[in-house]
């Protein structure tokens, strides 16, 4: 059976002159290497310009070349910085994989042209390595051709490495951590943690807000104790607030202080958290749950750098730098009026963004690994201690399971087994058993009561509507890579899915 023919490739700034009409006669990479003589079934192109720009570039690029619409997939592919190796690779590699690749029944070819050295560079790393791939390159003096290195990276240069001697090894370990030894707390062997720990070592070091976004339990707290440890204000306090658990009504005396009778029950004065910060570091968890008036007073903090207490009316100056944290969308609540826009921005001058366990691909088993051996030493010397191992089936299930509640809901459950075991070795029912299946409302549509009224066609449809949904906003709204992720033959039977459902698509 004959394979697929795909292209891969970033939309260039030459890509896009070309489809503008800015560079005469000429084409642009892409659609140079349209007019060799393979033909490719599927163009997989991933931008990270504007996405109406490259959408518009797409729409060029299947009149000239003679493509139709639903051959050509464009994605919008958030890194860094076109020159940022890590951010171009982890942008890269979880694209291509949500695409499935690699596929038997797909060969591959990267287009190297496109795009920075960067990106270039990262194409031939993953031809090498993860999404095996053919590679070109087209240049105005010789047009299009193919490109070869003759190596393996895995055959050529893996076996040599794993023979290096095991104490040059841990030098390399330890000079890694001796370069941001204030993040040495972040376990994390996936390269998504990594891109935010440099983003966040960066930050560090400019005295400037930083707003850090994740779900529940994703180390938010953890990422603003480095921060503040990597600061010109380490020396300082670091003083972390819950605003969720401040009342509406304490909030501004929590934050900003207050004089003896300023209101019922101020029996005392209080400095409040931004003085008691005051030089160091104030990190807000849970921001987005602060009440409007706060919000405005806040703001005022940000931008003059001071704090007025209730019941006075004169400022006072405080020096101190802000770390926001949220699990909330943010920017969902500036949209529906809930968080101040200006304050929003004042905030996220740095914004880091902390994916869930389940997206941090190789990190789970470290971090059962790490959090089993520090509840061990945490036991040591107790009455009734004993030192635990994990067994296969037991790390099997922790493997499999969907963690909604991130890095913190791991800890508790190992500690949980690890209490509950009655042996030395934590098995697979003690695992089982230390996991709190909490079933949030509209989790699962099973075990539904069987009462008057109930419609398993209306239930059926209401489960394929949202995944269909979920599949056209992962796929950037293409059909076609919907269709491959739903499983679907091709991508006219989700035309007639989303007919029967009445959904509509931008496409």
Request: glycine fraction near 8%.
């Amino acid at each position: 059976m004959s394979k697929e023919q795909w292209l891969l490739a970033w939309v260039g700034k030459a890509d896009h002159d070309a489809a503008e009409g800015k560079l005469g006669n000429e084409l642009g990479p892409i659609a140079t290497s349209l007019l060799g003589q393979t033909r490719y079934q599927r163009l997989y192109l991933l931008t990270n310009y504007d996405f109406a720009r490259s959408q518009r570039f797409c729409a060029w690029l299947e009149k000239k070349a003679g493509y139709l619409a639903s051959q050509v997939d464009l994605y919008q592919v958030d890194i860094a910085s076109p020159i940022d190796y890590a951010s171009i690779y982890a942008g890269v590699s979880a694209n291509l994989k949500s695409a499935g690749l690699p596929r038997d029944d797909v060969e591959v070819t990267f287009h190297l042209s496109p795009g920075t050295p960067a990106m270039a560079a990262i194409w031939i790393i993953l031809s090498k390595t993860r999404f095996p791939a053919k590679l070109i390159q087209t240049s105005r003096e010789r047009g299009l051709e193919p490109v070869d290195f003759f190596f393996d990276l895995a055959s050529d240069f893996l076996p040599e490495f794993l023979q290096r001697a095991g104490e040059r090894i841990t030098r390399l370990t330890e000079a890694g951590k001796a370069f941001a030894p204030e993040f040495g707390k972040i376990i994390h062997r996936s390269a998504a943690v990594g891109q935010q720990i440099e983003l966040a070592r960066r930050i560090a070091v400019h005295d400037v807000p930083v707003l850090i976004l994740g779900e529940t339990g994703t180390g938010k707290e953890l990422f603003a104790e480095a921060i503040h440890a990597a600061s010109s204000r380490a020396a300082a306090a670091f003083i972390a607030v819950n605003c969720g658990a401040m009342g509406p009504e304490l909030a501004n005396s929590e934050l900003f202080g207050h004089k003896r009778g300023a209101f019922t029950g101020a029996v005392a004065e209080r400095k409040g958290h931004f003085q008691e910060a005051n030089g160091g570091t104030l990190f807000l968890d849970e921001v987005g749950e602060l009440p409007a008036d706060t919000q405005v007073r806040l703001l005022r903090a940000l931008q003059s750098g001071e704090v007025t207490p209730l019941g006075s009316s004169k400022p006072v100056k405080v020096s101190v730098r802000v770390l926001a944290a949220t699990h909330r969308d943010l920017a969902a609540d500036v949209a529906s009026g809930r968080f101040r826009e200006d304050l929003f921005h004042r905030l996220a001058v740095g914004i880091l963004r902390l994916p869930p366990l389940r997206e941090r691909e190789g990190d789970l088993s470290v971090l059962i690994e790490h959090f089993l051996a520090q509840i061990n030493a945490d036991s040591r010397g107790k009455p009734e201690s004993q030192e635990k191992k994990i067994s296969p089936g037991a790390k099997k299930i922790l493997l499999s399971y969907g963690w909604p509640g991130n890095v913190r809901e791991l800890y508790h459950t190992l500690l949980r087994a690890a209490i509950w075991s009655r042996g030395g070795t934590i098995t697979a029912d003690d695992a089982g058993a230390a996991l709190l299946q909490i079933r949030r409302q509209g989790d699962s549509v099973l075990g539904r009561p069987l009462t008057q009224g109930f419609d398993l066609q209306r239930l059926l449809d209401d489960v394929a509507r949202d995944y269909i949904a979920r599949a056209l906003k992962q796929s950037g709204e293409r059909k076609t890579v919907a269709s491959d992720l739903l499983g679907f033959s091709n991508y006219q039977t989700l035309g007639n899915w989303m007919k029967r459902l009445g959904l509509e698509t931008t496409e």
